[in-house]
Nanobody
Framework: VQLQAFGGGLVQAGGSLRLSCAAS????????MRWHRQAPGKQRELIAG???????NVSDSVKGRFTISRDNAQNMVYLQMNDLKPEDTAVYYC???????WGKGTLVTVSS
């Protein structure tokens, strides 16, 4: 499966963005989909995951602000990001870990 993340951009602190991840094939049978991010000079960080059954896993760094969702019918995974902070500035990637699939990232820049 090929993945492509999009929807990044420049936003002021406190603002919101919705990232999307489009898959090249059905994700209905892909058990887990995840979002990661990599800030400048830092290691890639897992921030959210969602299973086929809707079970969620969100890192403490974004809990209460970011929401992951998936639409199996549209082969899409989303990351709703609210109350953005400058430390959320990073390249965001979607990932299907059991398929070893990574999409090209999308840059999110949060200005103070």
């Amino acid at each position: 499966v090929q993945l492509q993340a999009f929807g990044g951009g420049l936003v002021q602190a406190g603002g919101s963005l919705r990232l999307s991840c489009a898959a090249s094939e059905s994700i209905a049978t892909i058990l887990v989909m995840r979002w990661h991010r990599q800030a400048p000079g830092k290691q890639r960080e897992l921030i959210a995951g969602i299973t086929n059954g809707g079970d969620l896993n969100v890192s403490d760094s974004v809990k209460g602000r970011f929401t992951i969702s998936r639409d199996n019918a549209q082969n899409m995974v989303y990351l709703q990001m609210n109350d953005l902070k400058p430390e959320d500035t990073a390249v965001y990637y979607c990932n299907a870990p059991l398929r070893a699939a990574w999409g090209k990232g999308t840059l999110v820049t949060v200005s103070s």
